[in-house]
């Protein structure tokens, strides 16, 4: 895979070059599996462009930073919208246009690819993995071809296919393990042995895991406009985890009452609200005390603790382990 900047006369645009021959080239599991995480800062008509093997400035045409996207083999990807939103729109009527918001996750195959990944926000971060779409049954032991025969059938025919209409949230469970394989601390061997085992487990998780069979099961039960009342509660929470959260401001948000609220929350979502909101606090903490190596103290007022004792009981009792075990040295 390829990602370089392509300059014509004023204009310049990124381009990604899917190969075949290189796609899977001594990665991560069984020369089958891969991932990418790609960042994004867009902003005064300049987009500063973080991915594998590239860093580089783009003036891009317009306000959107659209990154054209080819391949000469299929593409079979697991993509998470970790920060900002993500639209591919395919360069003619017949292929694939999917949009995975911030937070959401979806899956699709497309027999080759030729479009563009357009990205809007001021920041962007996405984390996708890619998987030879000949080695899927081997890698989940054949579970998989019995849930989706339908994306079986799409590769059969060389058809376009895509998990959900609708993209699904980001399961608090799944957001963990994808920070714990972008934070990898290992490095040689010891990296690969670590990233194959946790790429696994997501990839579990996410294709025969509770999470999303629960969520698509409850699609059924639950009318879109409620789906996407329950979206703007879940957007509100990530945004404000420094804030005090009750259950009847969330419910007045998605036009609930607070039973509704609760009950279908926990449909989709997987897990009761709280104990949603308390894993995200738990994660951002995590990340504030690794990357940016604030006291745990600190970290625990940013995610709405005053008091640090009540953080690290609650850390210790969703995490496993207490903060101190996160700080250099132990």
Not at 74 to 90: A, I, M, N
Not at 235 to 262: E, M, Q, S
Request: charged content about 30%; aromatic content about 10%; glycine content about 4%.
């Amino acid at each position: 895979m390829e990602l370089r900047l392509i300059k014509e006369g004023d204009k310049q645009y990124l381009h990604k070059n899917i190969k075949g021959e290189k796609l899977f080239r001594n990665v991560h599991i069984r020369n089958s599996v891969r991932f990418e995480t790609i960042e994004i800062d867009l902003k005064e008509g300049e987009a500063t462009v973080n991915g594998p093997a590239f860093s580089n400035k783009v003036r891009p045409d317009g306000k959107n930073l659209e990154m054209c996207v080819s391949s000469n083999c299929p593409v079979l990807k697991l993509h998470f919208s970790l920060q900002g939103g993500y639209r591919h729109e395919p360069l003619n009527n017949e292929g694939l246009s999917i949009h995975i918001p911030e937070s959401h996750c979806n899956m699709y195959y497309v027999p080759s690819l030729k479009g563009k990944d357009v990205f809007s926000d001021e920041k962007t971060k996405i984390f996708e993995i890619y998987v030879a779409h000949d080695s899927i049954d081997h890698l989940l032991y054949g579970e998989f071809k019995e849930r989706i025969s339908e994306l079986h059938d799409a590769i059969d025919q060389l058809k376009t296919y895509v998990l959900w209409e609708k993209s699904k949230p980001i399961s608090a469970n799944i957001l963990s393990k994808i920070n714990e394989i972008i934070k990898c601390p290992y490095t040689n061997k010891v990296r690969k042995c670590y990233l194959e085992s946790k790429l696994t487990a997501l990839l579990i998780d996410f294709l025969l895991g509770k999470n999303p069979s629960k969520a698509m099961e409850s699609e059924l039960d639950i009318p879109k406009a409620d789906y996407q009342a329950l979206e703007k509660v879940e957007v509100f929470i990530t945004k404000n985890l420094k804030k005090p959260l009750n259950i009847l401001d969330l419910a007045k948000i998605a036009g609930f009452n607070a039973t509704k609220l609760k009950r279908d929350f926990k449909k989709v979502y997987g897990m009761p609200v709280f104990k949603y909101i308390t894993t995200l606090r738990m994660e951002a903490a995590k990340k504030m005390i690794v990357e940016e190596e604030l006291p745990i103290a600190h970290a625990a007022y940013e995610v709405g603790y005053a008091n640090p004792q009540h953080f690290t009981a609650a850390f210790k009792r969703t995490m496993g382990y207490l903060p101190s075990a996160l700080k250099r040295g132990n």
